[in-house]
Nanobody, 120 residues
């Protein structure tokens, strides 16, 4: 079993910055993909960014140039540095980890979500 614990959300003014963290723990052999998704009120969950193999990154067009995803392999942690935040970034942000481990083998796990609110 794998658990993902998120932190770093909060209230910030437009143009400000936040850094989200997501730490994975449990029976993990390897993490293939970690990423961030977000869900705004009344909308479906959407991709924000992913990092595969600890190096290959992808970003949603809406956050390119403003957000940066990174990871710390020693801590099984993924980060999302969010700069130049806009009101439309307001959402609950969810961490995703695709892991190899016991007892389930390859499996996706989700964090509990952390609220990001961008407002003046």
């Amino acid at each position: 079993q794998v658990q993902l614990v998120e932190s770093g959300g909060g209230l910030v003014q437009p143009g400000g910055s936040l850094r989200l963290s997501c730490a994975a723990s449990g029976s993990i052999f390897s993490i293939n993909v970690m990423g961030w998704y977000r869900q705004a009120p009344g909308k479906t969950r959407e991709l924000v960014a992913t990092i595969t193999g600890g190096h290959s990154t992808k970003y949603a067009d809406a956050v390119k140039g403003r957000f940066t995803i990174s990871n710390d392999n020693a801590k099984n942690t993924v980060y999302l540095q969010m700069n130049s935040l806009k009101p439309e970034d307001t959402a609950v942000y969810y961490c995703l980890a695709e892991t190899l481990g016991e007892p389930y083998g390859l499996r996706d796990y989700w964090g509990q979500g952390t609220q990001v609110t961008v407002s003046s």
